[in-house]
């Protein structure tokens, strides 16, 4: 466990410590007139470590201050003043139905049953289940000991990881290049270097794209004075993290809780689902491609694709991680498609296979989008329906659009001398002499 946690560390940090070292303190160093040597390097390699380990924790701090200091109440309040919401919304389904007496009986019987039983199963099992759980964390000691000493062993793996990720790569290269033949080792290694580049590149902007809309929430909730303006944009950006349903999960809470508050002003709420939408129409189109670029390289079905697929295998693992490792999958299943189609000299463009009908010798063989709305033309010229005559001839161009034979060619020359042939052979009392009467 502490292994597996520090290398995760070391891999969601190594990009910022890559980019001090890089962009910032080498060439800084640079100006300075330091001349590099091994020792230079080192100390950078180790103050950029520093730095990126300052500001990771500084984040966690930040996240679990918010939570104490602005979640927590905000969650403590929603309990406690769940009479209130739920007087609300009384009032406001009286309000609404008051000219049908009967239907409000009966929709008032149903809501008071519910939320009776909401009540019940808050005070019985929230409540009374987080003391346990309060009390179980507060006198477990020895489990809080443990849990601090793994995350102080993940840490120093950690930061020996970020300081030797060079010697590590150059290790595996090495082993891959005596185990395998030099080209298999070639492409082992570009392999990895791709996913390296697709997880990274998906995971690390990802995390700060979502930083910036639960930031950009936070600021637009408070500006339209909306309520639980921290707890809604936390919900709003941790759920950005997710692709393409996150931002339908989050909204749909939010905007309930947003409605419960007060009910008796539902703008408020359809306010609220007008700026997620534009906020997400900005991300979608604006802040997402930039941050995020090629990165995937998936369409937008393969992205449904992959989420509900490794959510229903993994849960919310899963689900955040789907997307890069079908990115991964599918990359590797679309060079094996393009290598083998190059050894056969066929395009590798999905467009060209379009309209093709058959491929032979000489070449690829379409047809157009009009010729196939014509029902003679798709029941003459079905799949490979032109391979099989008596001439064997190859049509060149576009064949389906050729719906009527020659009746000039020498195949067909031929088919007609072979019939009357058989129709003669099929009267052997028949002659010659027209002036012969049959019986």
């Not at 330091?34 to 984040?59: E, P």
């Not at 519910?114 to 309060?134: G, H, M, P």
């Not at 921290?230 to 999960?249: A, E, K, R, W, Y």
């Not at 189109?285 to 697929?309: A, H, K």
Request: proline letters at 4%.
């Amino acid at each position: 466990m502490p292994v597996l946690f520090g290398l995760s560390i070391a891999y969601l940090l190594t990009p910022a410590m890559d980019y001090f070292e890089v962009r910032l303190i080498t060439p800084l160093c640079d100006k300075l007139h330091w001349k590099a040597s091994k020792k230079r390097s080192g100390l950078i390699r180790i103050f950029c470590i520093l730095i990126t380990l300052i500001l990771f924790f500084s984040l966690i701090y930040e996240v679990i201050y918010m939570l104490i200091a602005q979640i927590v109440p905000s969650v403590i309040a929603i309990v406690n003043n769940y009479d209130v919401y739920v007087n609300n919304i009384t009032n406001w389904l009286n309000k609404l139905l008051e000219d049908n007496p009967i239907l409000r009986d009966n929709v008032m019987n149903i809501f008071n049953n519910y939320s009776t039983e909401i009540n019940e199963w808050i005070k019985t099992n929230v409540l009374t289940k987080s003391s346990d759980v309060l009390k179980a964390v507060s006198v477990s000691v020895l489990v809080s000991i443990k849990v601090m000493w793994n995350l102080i062993i993940g840490i120093i793996i950690s930061v020996y990881v970020m300081s030797n990720k060079e010697k590590f790569a150059g290790e595996f290269k090495k082993t891959m290049y005596a185990l395998y033949e030099k080209n298999t080792a070639n492409i082992i290694i570009n392999n990895v270097r791709f996913t390296h580049r697709t997880f990274s590149g998906f995971i690390g902007g990802k995390v700060l794209d979502s930083i910036c809309i639960g930031l950009l929430c936070f600021v637009g909730t408070t500006i339209m004075q909306m309520p639980y303006a921290s707890l809604i944009s936390v919900i709003i950006g941790v759920t950005n993290v997710i692709p393409f349903f996150g931002p339908f999960i989050g909204a749909v809470p939010c905007a309930f809780l947003i409605f419960i508050v007060n009910p008796t002003h539902p703008l408020t709420m359809i306010y609220f689902a007008l700026f997620i939408l534009a906020l997400q129409q900005f991300d979608g189109n604006i802040l997402g491609p930039f941050i995020l670029g090629d990165s995937i390289g998936l369409s937008s079905f393969w992205v449904i694709f992959s989420i509900t697929f490794f959510g229903g295998l993994w849960g919310i693992f899963g689900i955040v991680i789907g997307v890069p490792l079908f990115a991964v999958i599918y990359a590797a299943i679309k060079s094996i498609i393009e290598t083998k189609l190059r050894k056969k000299d066929l395009p590798m463009e999905t467009e060209t296979y379009t309209y093709v009908c058959a491929i032979d010798e000489k070449g690829l063989h379409t047809y157009t989008p009009e010729s196939k709305q014509n029902r003679k033309v798709k029941e003459i010229y079905e799949f490979g329906q032109r391979f099989i005559s008596d001439s064997d001839e190859q049509i060149n161009g576009d064949f389906m659009a050729q719906t009527k034979p020659n009746p000039n060619t020498d195949a067909n020359k031929k088919s007609k001398k072979k019939n009357k042939v058989q129709q003669t052979n099929s009267n052997p009392d028949q002659t010659n002499d027209p002036n012969q009467k049959s019986d």
